[in-house]
């Protein structure tokens, strides 16, 4: 039971990150302890499960699935396959939150994993070489919300530096660029190639999301706001009245039109840096003030 409490005590004070990782160790162990009594008691149901929640490539069979486009990115089967995606999600989800908030490495995960989704799905059913394979055709894994986060990062900050086993110090970008090469070039050989065409879609994603960043847009605020809705309704809200006493004075429409007009101010003034210097040249506060604003 001590163990137990540990993990739910480093679940509940970790930030983004450590509960995505968190997840998806969950969901594997659950996944493969259920797997192992369905094959104990009923052979024809030991892929059941993996099958319910993996992104099917058929558009008719997604219909009946839709949760799916959300399972898929937290499933592994594979010890292997959760093992480096997790190495993955924590090197580079860790240099992103250098760069942007808790908030925002949540909205690529969930975005770039849908993103991921929806090029595979995409492809299954255009191109004839996949069409025909489409009915049977099913998707896992957090490979193409990690290549999201990695590629936003990459863009965002190029020339960071990252020290490999026997390259030594080698920028994030051409890291990026390489693993891209490798899911494109591997498209022919037809061994995952649904894993690959998810992993570009996923990395396009990245690089999108950090040049709308760069021009002061952040596209994962509807996405978030959308989720914290759906949280917000299977949350339990708290019974418990509170009462102040004390009392506070209600702003004048004067004061409020004032305070109003300097909060514009300075967002005009943030816009307007970013035309001339580009979004690099904010300071953290001023990212703050913009990410604020716009989360409004």
């Not at 030991?46 to 499933?75: C, G, H, K, N, Q």
């Not at 994993?113 to 492809?123: D, E, K, T």
């Not at 004048?252 to 580009?278: A, C, F, P, V, W």
Request: proline share 3%; aromatic share 14%; charged share 15%.
């Amino acid at each position: 039971m001590a163990i137990i409490d540990e993990i739910k005590h480093s679940f509940k004070q970790g930030g983004a990150l450590t509960r995505l990782i968190y997840i998806n160790l969950g969901v594997f162990v659950v996944v493969r302890i259920l797997m192992a009594l369905f094959a104990l008691t009923s052979q024809s149901n030991y892929f059941m499960i993996d099958i319910w929640l993996s992104v099917p490539a058929s558009p008719e069979t997604l219909l009946f699935r839709p949760w799916s486009l959300i399972t898929y990115m937290f499933l592994h089967v594979d010890f292997l396959h959760i093992l480096f995606n997790m190495l993955y999600l924590y090197w580079f989800g860790r240099i992103f939150l250098q760069y942007f908030n808790p908030r925002q490495l949540l909205g690529v995960y969930f975005m770039g994993g849908l993103s991921g989704a929806l090029l595979y799905i995409v492809s299954y059913n255009i191109f004839p070489a996949l069409y025909q394979l489409a009915p049977n055709s099913i998707m896992m894994g957090a490979s193409a919300s990690v290549m999201a986060i990695l590629f936003a990062v990459a863009r965002y900050a190029p020339n960071y530096r990252v020290h490999l086993i026997f390259l030594g110090p080698v920028k994030l970008i051409h890291i990026a660029l390489v693993l891209f090469l490798i899911d494109l070039i591997s498209i022919p050989t037809m061994s995952n190639t649904g894993g690959q065409l998810a992993h570009i879609g996923g990395a396009l994603f990245g690089a999108y999301y950090t040049a709308k960043i760069a021009k002061g847009k952040d596209i994962t605020l509807g996405f978030n706001r959308i989720m914290d809705k759906l949280v917000s309704l299977f949350s339990s809200k708290s019974k418990m009245k509170v009462s102040y006493t004390r009392t506070r004075r209600s702003m004048s429409d004067m004061e409020y039109n004032e305070r109003k007009n300097k909060k514009q101010g300075d967002i005009d003034r943030i816009l307007d840096k970013i035309k001339k210097s580009g979004y690099d040249s904010l300071t953290k506060q001023e990212k703050e003030d913009l990410f604020n604003a716009s989360n409004k």
